[in-house]
């Protein structure tokens, strides 16, 4: 079956960049995506990647895929305070119902 | 264009009570998803509906919790006997097509 792992937990300094990483297992992935979460909200779509791409950058935001190793990254450049949160990485494949899988969530902390 | 709306944001239920969490998905989205995520974790998904149909309802328990999306009106997860481990935030996610899932704010249902 399907299976997203992500480390629990990130610090960083306010302005360095943060990497986020994730692994995957199901090679018939579609779709990556990343969300993020804020304490007591929903969850924000940030950015998604389709498996035939190795690299999207949206502003501060830059998504690798290594579709060989089964490794996505998000990256977040000048990280700021308000990054503070919990970034969940998610794939689809197309042939379970379009339905997504998520990782556990790393809970990222920017400091000053 | 409001996003997902989902209601109650929180809903407190005796055991043995029932529980209707509702959602709204986007204007123009015919595809929703029920996910639970429980503290500390990733959001685990439910079922996945199109209009007046259940299309895949893999994630859900098989006693108690039923879901349906009617013509007319919002998506309601309905769950009988709340039992103290359905204590978890609830949330729907609604979709134009099989790509973007955009969340709602979740419901919190505490069991007490």
């Known amino acids: 079956g399907e299976d997203v792992e992500q480390s629990l937990f990130l610090s960083v300094r306010e302005g360095d960049s943060s990497v986020i990483n994730c692994t995957y297992t199901d090679s018939s992935s579609t779709y990556l995506y990343w969300y993020k979460q804020e304490p007591g909200a929903g969850l924000q779509l940030l950015t998604y990647i389709f498996s035939n791409m190795d690299m999207k950058q949206d502003q501060r935001l830059t998504v690798l895929l290594n579709k060989k190793d089964k490794h996505l990254s998000l990256r977040i450049a000048d990280t700021q305070t308000g990054d503070s949160a919990i970034y969940f990485c998610a794939e689809r494949n197309t042939g379970t119902a379009s339905k997504l899988t998520f990782g556990t969530g790393t809970r990222l902390q920017v400091t000053l | 264009n409001a996003g997902v709306m989902q209601n109650p944001r929180h809903l407190v239920r005796r055991r043995g009570q029932e529980a209707r969490l509702r959602c709204s998905p986007m204007?123009?989205?015919?595809?929703v998803y029920w996910y639970r995520q429980l503290p500390e974790e990733g959001l685990k998904f439910m079922v996945y509906l199109q209009k007046e149909n259940i299309i895949d309802e893999s994630g859900m328990p098989k006693e108690r919790f039923s879901a349906e999306f009617p013509k007319e009106g919002p998506s309601i997860l309905r769950i009988q006997q709340v039992v103290r481990g359905d204590s978890a935030a609830y949330f729907c996610?609604?979709?134009?097509?099989?790509?973007?899932?955009?969340f709602g704010q979740g419901t919190r249902l505490t069991v007490v």
């Open positions: 204007k123009g989205h015919s595809h």
């Open positions: 996610a609604s979709s134009p097509t099989s790509t973007e899932a955009f």
